[in-house]
């Protein structure tokens, strides 16, 4: 009995596929070839390493912070390891980072204190892990890769956009979908 509630515990705990999940799956697919090397940062529950794996072909690592995340990423046959954004990863390592970060601006009004928090809170401008993550990914980024992140209009497209240049990016949408609160946006990054 207690291995069904760890089960139902930790599926709460962790980002289940939704629009932007699908999204950004569907992205990568497009753009990863078989013979990349591809790491996705906060794998969640793995769909989208997953996706890539299964209809890419590629080789694909996943990381997350969340304990609960590694789990079922592990289960749906991702490869994962327990990190804090790209610390765990050598220099040069992959050929294509992909990020589905966590982006909506902070509500003090659902602060919930757990992991789904971690997964969803953007801080205060949607972009306390973003930028964090724009300054670190060109370390793990082997030389001609490129870095597919989703951001949303609530974190701010035009901001992220700028600040992947003041850090050596340029940057290209490369799917946009639209929904009646916001537009998620997959950029394709590259040095």
Partial sequence: ??????????????????????????AAVGEVDARARVLEVG????????TVADEAGASVVGSDLNPFACRQAFDRGVPVVRADLLSAFRDDAFDVVLFNPPYLPRDEDAERDDWMEVALSGGESGRAVVEP?????????????????LVSTLTGVEEVVEYAGDVGFSAAAIREESYPFETLTVLKLHK
Avoid: H, I
């Fill in 133 to 149: 993550f724009l300054d670190a990914v060109g370390r793990v980024l082997a030389p001609g890769g490129v870095v597919l992140l």
């Fill in 43 to 50: 794998t969640g529950s793995g769909y989208v390493a997953a």
């Fill in 1 to 26: 009995m207690t291995d069904l509630a760890d089960r139902r515990g930790a599926e709460t705990e962790v980002y289940q596929p939704a629009e932007d999940s699908l999204l950004l799956a569907e």
